[in-house]
C-alpha cells in the first residue's frame, strides 16, 4: 500500500523532538539556536522568525552535506548545534528534522504546530 503524506509526517514524528512555541521563544531568546525556516522563498518572504535562514525543505539534504556544491554554510558544519526547524504547520519541518538526525545532527528539533502555533501565541514575525 502506498503512503500518504501524513504517514511520513507520523514516522518522523516518532523519532524528533518537537518544541512547542514557547519553549522555543525561550530557547532562541537565550541563543545559539540555528533557526531554518524550510518554506518556499514567497512564503518566507511573507514573515518569519526573526533571525530565521530561509533552506526549503527540497534542498535541505543538499544544503546539509558539507561535500555539496549546494552546502549552507551555516547549516553544513552545525551537526552539534541546536537547530530548530519550522514550516506552516509543522509537518515539513518534522520531516526535514528527521532527516537532519539520520544525516548526523544530533540536535534538530521541529517547530510543534509550526507557524500556525507560533503566531496563535502571539510571538512575533519579522
Known sequence: ???????????????????????????????GVLVIDVREPDEFNSGHIAGAINIPRGTLEASADATTKHRHPDLCHAQDKPILLYCHSGARSAMAAYVLMQMGFNQAYSLAGGLECWEAEGLALE
Do not use: H, P
Not at 500500500?1 to 537565550?30: N, P
Open 1 to 31: 500500500m502506498a503512503k500518504q503524506l501524513g504517514c511520513f509526517v507520523k514516522e518522523a514524528r516518532r523519532y524528533i523532538t518537537e518544541w512547542d512555541a514557547e519553549s522555543a521563544d525561550e530557547k532562541l531568546a537565550a541563543g
